[in-house]
T-cell receptor, first 115, second 113 residues
Framework: EAQVTQNPRYLITVTGKKLTVTCSQN?????MSWYRQDPGLGLRQIYY???????DKGDVPEGYKVSRKEKRNFPLILESPSPNQTSLYFC??????????????FGPGTRLTVL | AQSVSQHNHHVILSEAASLELGCNYS??????LFWYVQYPGQHLQLLLK??????LVKGIKGFEAEFIKSKFSFNLRKPSVQWSDTAEYFC???????????FGIGTKLQVIP
């Protein structure tokens, strides 16, 4: 089944404790992206990647890191989480060629709470 | 850089009322346009998309959208909403795989039985 998976789905952590949220897609998509969703603020892009080893900042990159060493994986790293990073996070992927270009396929979301 | 503007942030309708959600984008080149829906507690799902051809696009669950190039708009419509349409709706624009996909802030639709 074509899908985007994220792990963990729920995470409660404490300020300053490094964490990684994994994202993996099995559709051979070139483009991958991370978003955070907060009440009243909609969907905001954190980082995106047009292909392997190519990443770029989105609208709210501060406090986050990403890497794209393989096409299928795009982990989101919080080196020193803070309470203002408490949010719902979505990973998405899309092809950059063909009839499905730019069509985003979303993962199920990761609800992160930083105490 | 491209941008997307959704004018209505919160819409409340009674069942059977007609719906129109506004979406305007700014980008000088060829665009791909999307509407996504997020039901409560779920992730975003594709509702419909426009790539080229007929500017009136039909999607799932009776939704349609019209691309008006001269107005840089891609408004979402449904003739008669149902309670199950209660959700958040996001407009998005892509530039054919050359830049990031950009989302609007979203519109929360509440349908009252």
């Amino acid at each position: 089944e074509a899908q985007v998976t994220q792990n963990p789905r729920y995470l409660i952590t404490v300020t300053g404790k490094k964490l990684t949220v994994t994202c993996s897609q099995n559709m051979n998509h070139e483009y991958m992206s991370w978003y955070r969703q907060d009440p009243g603020l909609g969907l905001r892009q954190i980082y995106y990647s047009m292909n392997v080893e190519v990443t770029d900042k989105g609208d709210v990159p501060e406090g986050y890191k990403v890497s794209r060493k393989e096409k299928r994986n795009f982990p989101l790293i919080l080196e020193s989480p803070s309470p203002n990073q408490t949010s719902l996070y979505f990973c998405a992927s899309s092809p950059t060629l063909g009839v499905d270009t730019d069509t985003q396929y979303f993962g199920p979301g990761t609800r992160l709470t930083v105490l | 850089a491209q941008s997307v503007s959704q004018h209505n942030h919160h819409v409340i309708l009674s069942e059977a009322a007609s719906l129109e959600l506004g979406c305007n984008y700014s980008y000088g080149g060829t665009v791909n346009l999307f509407w996504y829906v997020q039901y409560p507690g779920q992730h975003l799902q594709l509702l419909l998309k426009y790539f080229s051809g007929d500017p009136l696009v039909k999607g799932i669950k009776g939704f349609e959208a019209e691309f008006i190039k001269s107005k840089f708009s891609f408004n979402l419509r449904k003739p008669s909403v149902q309670w199950s349409d209660t959700a958040e709706y996001f407009c998005a624009v892509g530039s054919g795989g050359y830049q990031k996909v950009t989302f609007g802030i979203g519109t929360k639709l509440q349908v009252i039985p």
